[in-house]
């Protein structure tokens, strides 16, 4: 089995959340602060949305799309929306010029802007994610399988999202590692396939190790 030259240390995290008390109580309100807000508030309501909801798969898995569909009751915007995969776009800006696209476009098609009538206004926020280091250090692939099968939720975000938007890794901290650190290029291409973007940070976890297993699988056929 290959041994790393050097350890993968994980690294879990946590949300500090600050409230930019900007509010939206119908669509035309909504794509007007989208366009003037800190792109950090971007961020906030679609790349860390996962960190939110780790354990539940959401039909509309970002803030925009899950409002507009639930609280003004907009399914056709909703729909819209939540077909925006953050990962398609390497600058938050193309990601916010999107989301203003759409909407704009769906409210030109509107005869009347829709808006909350019973729900909750949009608040928009952003957040500071916050690295917690932790004591697990792995230098094989199967240390590093058995570790990814027990951290903390928050360490998959870390390193998949964390890794590849903020920290402007083209990859995530794991398929890096293993390409650079085990010398496994077929196992880090897999990992980078995985689109995280299709479900809970634990169906995330699941798939990396799906293919964890794969390959260890491999290492011990005769």
Not at 17 to 23: K, M
Not at 94 to 102: D, E, P, T, Y
Not at 185 to 208: C, F, Q, T, W
Request: negative net charge; contains cysteine.
């Amino acid at each position: 089995m290959q041994t790393a030259s050097r350890p993968f240390l994980f690294k879990e995290c946590s949300e500090l959340r600050e409230i930019l008390g900007e509010e939206a109580y119908d669509e035309k309100r909504l794509v007007e602060l989208l366009e003037t807000v800190p792109l950090d508030s971007i961020y906030f309501h679609t790349h860390s949305y996962f960190l939110r909801h780790s354990y539940v798969e959401r039909v509309y898995p970002n803030d925009f799309a899950q409002w507009v569909a639930m609280e003004v009751r907009d399914h056709v915007l909703g729909e819209r929306l939540a077909v925006v995969d953050p990962f398609d776009y390497g600058e938050l800006d193309a990601l916010r010029g999107q989301l203003i696209s759409i909407i704009d476009d769906h409210l030109s098609r509107t005869p009347i802007v829709p808006r909350v009538m019973f729900g909750e206004p949009f608040y928009f926020n952003k957040s500071l994610i916050i690295q917690v280091p932790t004591r697990i250090e792995v230098r094989t692939l199967q240390e590093f399988r058995s570790a990814l099968s027990e951290v903390e939720v928050s360490a998959i975000y870390f390193h998949v999202f964390e890794a590849r938007h903020r920290l402007k890794h083209e990859e995530s901290d794991f398929s890096a590692w293993i390409h650079d650190g085990l010398g496994m290029p077929d196992l880090a291409e897999k990992l980078r396939a995985i689109n995280p973007y299709l479900g809970s940070l634990e169906r995330v976890r699941s798939a990396l190790l799906t293919v964890c297993d794969e390959f260890l699988n491999r290492e011990h056929r005769p």
